[in-house]
């Protein structure tokens, strides 16, 4: 028996991110190429939710070694993580503590996948709690630098609400994006351990995420895959 055997046992799925993020994808697969679409703005606060979601899962599962005696290394990854939940860390620094804990190179502020992250989850927090601005916060040039908004800066007559300038396809995929690039990340570096050390942990994650990394929802097939 796995350690986290007993948690489906009782009906407690540590895949609830993955809901999460489906349902982002198939907002975004509702917008349009060129147009407004409010579906924009849910798949980009659900792709938030969802790497949220993850983080704390990928904590219980790890932490869960614990009632099993093995792989300790993890279970310690795992309770420091439950740890930064418990403290209430922002996401994007429980994210970045993960990469400094597991196998692999920590996440650099300027690189992906940290980087769209970041802007993901700032994105998010301004739509979940707006506050008036005369003009964009200084980090929506990332969004206009790599073209994800509908108008660009030199529009003759420029839509007056910023937020609507994001209400496209193309912000949208790149949420879900940003999501799944990051959680993929961490789930890959599951990689460095033996099979006897995570009990079936790598495949569970690996098995329910893989669509994630092909889906034409989420990964457009041009330039802006690479952001």
């Not at 994800?148 to 420029?158: A, I, K, N, S, W």
Request: proline content about 5%; overall charge neutral; glycine content about 8%.
């Amino acid at each position: 028996m796995s350690a986290v055997d007993k948690y489906y046992q009782e009906g407690i799925s540590p895949l609830i991110g993955l809901t999460w993020l489906s349902i982002a994808a198939n907002a975004a697969g509702r917008c349009k190429e060129d147009g407004f679409s409010i579906d924009a703005h849910i798949a980009q606060i659900m792709a938030a939710v969802a790497a949220e979601a993850f983080i704390s899962e990928f904590a219980f599962v790890l932490a869960s070694h614990r009632l099993t005696g093995k792989g300790s290394e993890l279970a310690r990854v795992g309770a420091i993580l439950e740890q930064l939940e418990a403290s209430r860390i922002q996401v994007t620094e429980k994210f970045n503590i993960a990469s400094q804990l597991l196998p692999g190179k920590p996440y650099n502020a300027g690189s992906q996948p940290f980087q769209s992250f970041v802007q993901l989850i700032r994105l998010r927090n301004y739509l979940a709690h707006p506050k008036v601005l005369s003009q964009p916060p200084g980090w929506f040039s990332f969004f206009v630098n790599n073209g994800l908004v509908t108008q660009g800066p030199d529009t003759e007559h420029p839509i007056p609400f910023w937020t609507f300038q994001l209400q496209n396809k193309r912000s949208a995929s790149w949420a879900c994006r940003a999501a799944a690039r990051i959680i993929l990340d961490i789930i890959d570096r599951l990689e460095y351990y033996g099979s006897h050390e995570i009990m079936g942990i790598k495949e569970i994650f690996l098995s329910s995420w893989e669509w994630a990394r092909t889906d034409t929802r989420i990964w457009t097939g041009g330039p802006l895959d690479r952001i």
